[in-house]
């Protein structure tokens, strides 16, 4: 099964999480429960039908799979004791983040990742309860989502001028594709034609080849 073998290859079941993390059920739905948390990135209902010499016989049991960067998340939340503090958390892991992207010369010019910050944060916090970027980037960290955001909208800059980039322009933008790709989870198989990784990462590096460098 393609899904399960994705899943189990690049995801943190549930039970792993809770013998690695030490939490019990209870203490990992309450911390869920309280927002302190996100949601499982894939719930998966797996249904058995076995044939043999003692009969048929039927099961049913639900997994839950969460982003490698979940136990990392656990450990800065261990001493938070509320959603404020875990939001601003957060939020401060994501703006250092972005710091750091303009350091390196990485500078979106939507307002949302600028004087408009606290605003798309609030919805970047729903997202990342909801267990939607552990979806789709590789650790569901603060680090990761900011590196997302930041690398589509200036993708989405580059594409928005005219289609012959210059040479400077081509290395800027493979640099950004090449930092979506990284913090890109690969996406489950029956998700790929669908995601931002087919269109702002596949797609990308086909129709603008890096330059040819002497």
């Not at 996100?38 to 003692?54: G, N, V």
């Not at 998700?191 to 990462?201: F, G, N």
């Amino acid at each position: 099964m393609e899904l399960l073998n994705y899943l189990q290859a690049h995801f943190i079941t549930k039970e792993a999480l809770l013998r690695e993390s030490q939490l019990s059920h209870f203490e990992l739905a309450m911390l869920i429960e309280k927002r302190l948390m996100p949601k499982a990135a894939y719930k998966l209902t797996l249904k058995l039908e076995c044939d043999s010499f003692f009969g048929e016989h039927s099961d049913e049991s639900c997994l839950e799979f969460y982003p490698q960067g979940t136990l990392v998340w656990l450990g800065a939340v261990s001493q938070v004791a509320d959603e404020a503090q875990a939001f601003s958390l957060f939020s401060q892991r994501y703006k250092d983040q972005l710091h750091r992207l303009k350091t390196q010369g990485l500078n979106p010019q939507d307002a949302k990742l600028g004087q408009d910050i606290d605003a798309h944060l609030e919805s970047e916090w729903q997202h990342f309860l909801g267990g939607i970027y552990g979806l789709c980037t590789k650790t569901g960290l603060p680090e990761d989502i900011a590196n997302k955001e930041a690398a589509i909208v200036i993708i989405n800059e580059y594409l928005a001028q005219d289609e012959h980039l210059s040479p400077d322009e081509l290395t800027n933008l493979h640099q950004v594709v090449d930092l979506l790709d990284e913090a890109s989870a690969l996406f489950a198989p029956h998700e790929r034609e669908r995601s931002s990784r087919k269109r702002l990462i596949d797609d990308v590096r086909v129709k603008f080849p890096k330059p040819l460098t002497s």
